[in-house]
Nanobody, 118 residues
Framework: QVQLVESGGGLVQAGGSLRLSCAAS????????MLWYRQAPGKQRELVAG???????NYADSVKGRFTISVDNAKNTGYLQMNSLKPEDTAVYYC????????????WGQGTQVTVSS
């Protein structure tokens, strides 16, 4: 069973940067597509960024120009680079990726907490 393991969250001051990683737990054929979501306390989960099989990217308006999504299939890992962080970016961040193991399936990471202090 493939798992997605997230890392890179933490506490950072406003204006700072973090890079979240989302790694497949074992060797897989490839990451087809990846999405990053976030969920703040008392709010619904929202889609933050996505990258397609053709490596086209899309971002929520609230993070456009500050966040960058990428995938490195050589490392079976996806990333979310977050710059110019704001207190309103505070949330638990989840990756969601379509992977090929024995078949194409979507998997979720366990979530990683990002806290931005003002």
């Amino acid at each position: 069973q493939v798992q997605l393991v997230e890392s890179g969250g933490g506490l950072v001051q406003a204006g700072g940067s973090l890079r979240l990683s989302c790694a497949a737990s074992r060797s897989i054929f490839s990451i087809n597509a990846m999405l990053w979501y976030r969920q703040a306390p008392g709010k619904q989960r929202e889609l933050v960024a996505g990258i397609s099989r053709g490596r086209n990217t899309n971002y929520a308006d609230s993070v456009k120009g500050r966040f960058t999504i990428s995938v490195d299939n050589a490392k079976n890992t996806g990333y979310l680079q977050m710059n110019s962080l704001k207190p309103e970016d505070t949330a638990v961040y989840y990756c969601n990726a379509e992977l090929y193991s024995s078949a194409w399936s979507w998997y979720w990471g366990q979530g990683t907490q990002v806290t931005v202090s003002s």
